[in-house]
């Protein structure tokens, strides 16, 4: 048999006989589906390669996130610390009053002023105070630091702020550190 060919079935192994197409149409028929595996080929080719530029460019985007994300981290209180600045600034030129000999008057409003400032730069940042003297003890915003039996106030009323406690935006960035009011009796 000229015209036919033995393939072993990869699976089976048995033999299998094909022959070559005798028809013209057979020969077209086969002709337009070797064009279609082609094109179908080529249009695999070109989506496995779209596929790989999208998980490449997928890959790049989480890089350039990440960067930006570490970069906010390393860089994102530069505009807070340039506000502080001046504050800096002030202390320096109060060290150097005390240095030359100035008053305590002066030097003491000079303190105050700084304060000022510095209270007015937390309020721009959205930090405030949290309220402690003579307020009811909330472990969401106080830390007990001791307490005092003495009986003078109703128990679980702060009676002394060893340490201001502030918030930002909602959030405690620091407990005020408080003394405590409890009745002895237990």
């Known amino acids: 048999m000229t015209g036919e060919w033995d393939l072993k079935d990869a699976v089976g192994g048995e033999a299998t006989s094909f022959s070559e197409p005798e028809t013209t149409e057979e020969k077209d028929e086969i002709t337009m589906?070797?064009?279609?595996?082609q094109e179908q080929t080529a249009k695999a080719e070109e989506n496995y390669d779209r596929y790989m530029r999208a998980l490449a460019d997928g890959e790049n985007q989480r890089?350039?996130?990440?960067?930006?994300?570490?970069?906010?981290?390393?860089?994102?209180?530069?505009?807070?610390l340039r506000k502080m600045?001046?504050?800096?600034?002030?202390?320096?030129?109060?060290?150097?009053?005390?240095?030359?000999?100035?008053?305590?008057?002066?030097?003491?409003?000079?303190?105050?002023?700084?304060?000022?400032?510095?209270?007015?730069?937390?309020?721009?940042?959205g930090v405030q105070m949290i309220p402690a003297l003579n307020q009811e003890f909330d472990p969401n915003f106080h830390e007990a630091f001791s307490v005092d039996e003495s009986g003078g106030k109703p128990d679980g009323t702060i009676v002394q702020e060893m340490q201001t406690g502030y918030i930002c935006n909602d959030r405690v960035l620091r407990p005020s550190l408080v003394v405590v009011a409890q009745s002895g009796a237990k």
């Not at 589906?33 to 595996?37: H, I, M, T, V, W």
């Not at 990440?66 to 530069?78: I, P, T, V």
């Not at 320096?92 to 007015?120: W, Y």
Request: proline share 2%; hydrophobic share 40%.
């Open 85 to 125: 600045l001046p504050l800096a600034d002030d202390f320096a030129r109060a060290r150097q009053a005390i240095d030359q000999g100035g008053d305590m008057a002066s030097f003491q409003k000079g303190v105050e002023m700084i304060e000022k400032r510095l209270m007015d730069l937390f309020e721009q940042e």
């Open 33 to 37: 589906l070797k064009e279609q595996l």
């Open 63 to 80: 890089k350039r996130w990440q960067k930006e994300k570490d970069e906010l981290l390393r860089f994102g209180n530069m505009s807070l």
